[in-house]
């Protein structure tokens, strides 16, 4: 199919299903839900629920497969379910697909793993805080310094709460101190900011989408300052990865509500499967199965083949590769003019 045809002009009217800007707000109540948790928690139940919460998101296994990698699944297989998204992206899919491989692959022998993580980690908290971001961006019609203000201020504030969650079993105690007095220090200088910024907002709406950003990070700050770590990682990643759901089911039932156009939905059609629930029902089964049958099963493919084993080819390799990727692509593939685009429209504002 050429360009032309993909990008050809289509009419919004003719899309079934919305991304609501009002549905997306209304994601943020879990931020008072999970201070008011934390609240009864401390002078309730004598932290209780604290004590009971795993350490870090990643030892709760319900976790890993609830947030975060569903969703990089599910915008995998939309776009590389489509032949037409495929052939207008591959340059880029191959290019960043041999810069995942040098980088992380080959110069993982030689860069140390902490400087990756940290590289990982920060492209991972810009990618969240982008997304909410740029959703933001059509509510609240920032000037362009404003925008990128509130952005960085965000993400860089959002990097170093990440680092203390993540990295505080290997720093030291001044170490996390310094850690959480910058991410203080950034949270305070991004709420001064939207102060200021508000007033370029031009409507009320505007001005909660902004707000809410804001008090994302804020949230997360003051969670992690009172070492509610679990609670600081969920709010920001319901948040994102619902977010991401609204667009991807849009597109799909827009796409694919009359009539399916690729083998996976005519599957979905056969199985009396509603298109609505196709990638969200598959990429929660595909993560369950990555993440608990995944590695044993490649290594014992590799074990019985070539005598050999790779470490956490799947857990690590693999959706680490689609990690990476998603991060990628996310960034243009629901860009003005894409031909993902063809089947978003907006309401609620």
Known sequence: MSAQGILAPYQLSKLKLSVSFRFLLSLYAIIPLCLVALWLDQ???RH??????PSSPSHFLLFQVLFGTPHIIASSLLLFGHVDYVNTFKNKLLGMTLFIAVFFGIGSLFIPYRVLY?????????HVLKQQHGVAKAVCRLPSWAFYLQLWLSVS????????IFLKNSLTSLQADLVLQIASGLTAVLLISTLVCQKYVPSRFGVYFLWANTLLVVASWYVFSQQYYFLAILMPRLVHDITAYS????????????QPQNALFRLAAWCHLPVALVLPVLSF????????????LVNVILQTLFSTQIYKAVTLGLIGYLALMHYYTEAFVWAAGSPLRRYIRFSGI
């Open 43 to 45: 002078y309730g139940f």
């Open 48 to 53: 209780a629920l604290r004590d009971m919460l």
């Open 118 to 126: 940290i590289i990982s980690a920060s492209w991972t908290v810009y």
């Open 157 to 164: 504030a959002g990097i170093f709460i990440y680092m203390g």
């Open 247 to 258: 667009f991807y089911v849009s597109h799909d039932v827009n796409r694919h509500g009359d």
């Open 285 to 296: 089964l595909l993560t369950y199965l990555l993440q608990v049958y995944g590695d044993d």
